[in-house]
């Protein structure tokens, strides 16, 4: 099982970013994936989870109505689209799937 995350950077408050997750060595469409992320000095937090066939979809109250997670089985990818950014999101990100696979993670930074 392989989880690779792409897309995370520096932005300026207010701004979007989009995350991606590539997954392989596991049937992709039959798991939900999640997304963590990780700031300095605090544990670990779901960040949002999306079902195996993307028709369920759960947020953490913290981002609810500024993130969208989505997937493509078809490319075995998820994404994690974030907007209306605040310095507080910033956090390593990590997806995650069952039963315990993580992929490395991907830096946002959210400052002027």
């Known amino acids: 099982v392989q989880l690779v995350e792409s897309g995370g950077g520096l932005v300026q408050p207010g701004g979007s970013l989009r995350l991606s997750c590539a997954g392989s060595?596991?049937?992709?469409?039959?798991?939900?994936m999640s997304w963590y992320r990780q700031a300095p000095g605090k544990e670990r937090e779901l960040v949002a989870h999306?079902?195996?066939?993307?028709?369920?979809?759960d947020y953490a109250s913290s981002v609810k109505g500024r993130f969208t997670i989505s997937r493509d089985n078809a490319k075995n990818t998820v994404y994690l689209q974030m907007n209306s950014l605040k310095p507080e999101d910033t956090a390593v990100y990590y997806c995650k799937t069952w039963p315990d696979y993580w992929g490395q993670g991907t830096q946002v930074t959210v400052s002027s």
């Open positions: 060595g596991f049937p992709f469409s039959s798991y939900g």
């Open positions: 999306i079902s195996g066939s993307g028709g369920r979809s």
